[in-house]
């Protein structure tokens, strides 16, 4: 069986990876990049998350000698010309303080109506094998920022982005609900033949 290894430390990603190659029938091996504990984590210093997903699959593909995958994702405001993007994480200064982000958000967003508060959540998903081959997919999920947070599943700008077609923000879906349709899931399983052709 063949050993994938998937460069986050956050569990839900990698059950959500495990669950889409399982439901694709592939049987390979999955850990996270946490059974490799003496591996620095990656500077993410591309400026697209296409960049930052392949870095971060070439670095670990390099220093474990296993074929690795690796996302990076964010929200793109349209109206703010795409940002936060690959700074969703740290939008407010510090790094994954989920509240500050999204409150800093709505408040840059304060006065900008309805019909200009479209947005997308982004997400690339990438494969590296250590002999330097490269494969690199996007996922999408369109929708509209609500003026306040509703909701308590999911994290980062969930409670702000209400899908296209729904009537409930992202985090007011349940988790199978927003796997069905979100941008790292579409990424995940646009990245199911990929695996398929390059590991077979
Ligand atoms: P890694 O350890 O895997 O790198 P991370 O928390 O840095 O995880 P991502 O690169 O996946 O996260 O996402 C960067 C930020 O984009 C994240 O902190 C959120 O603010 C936002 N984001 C990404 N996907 C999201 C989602 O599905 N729902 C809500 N916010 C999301």
């Known amino acids: 069986m063949t050993r994938l290894i998937l460069a986050t430390r956050n569990p839900g990603k990698i059950t959500e990876l495990h669950a889409i190659l399982a439901d694709a029938g592939l049987s390979h091996e999955l850990v996270g990049a946490d059974a490799y504990p003496d591996i620095p984590d990656v500077k993410e210093t591309g400026v697209t998350f296409a960049e930052n997903a392949l870095l971060k699959a070439h670095a670990l593909a390099q220093a474990t000698g296993l074929p690795a995958v690796a996302d990076d994702s964010g929200l793109c405001v349209d109206v703010l010309g795409g940002a936060p993007g690959i700074f969703s994480a740290r939008w407010s200064g510090t790094h994954g303080d989920d509240t500050a982000n999204l409150e800093l958000l709505l408040a840059q967003l304060s006065d900008i109506a309805e019909e200009h508060r ?30 306040a947070p509703a909701g308590t599943n999911g994290f980062g700008y969930d409670p702000i982005l209400q899908p296209d077609g729904e009537t409930r923000t992202c985090a007011q879906l349940s988790p199978e609900e927003k796997n069905a349709i979100s941008h790292r899931g579409k990424a995940f399983r646009a990245l199911v033949p990929v695996v398929r052709e390059l590991l077979a």
Request: proline share 3%.
């Open 118 to 147: 479209a947005a997308h959540f982004a997400c690339a998903a990438a494969l590296a094998l250590p002999d330097g081959t490269e494969r690199v997919v996007e996922g999408r999920l369109r929708g509209t920022l609500r003026h």
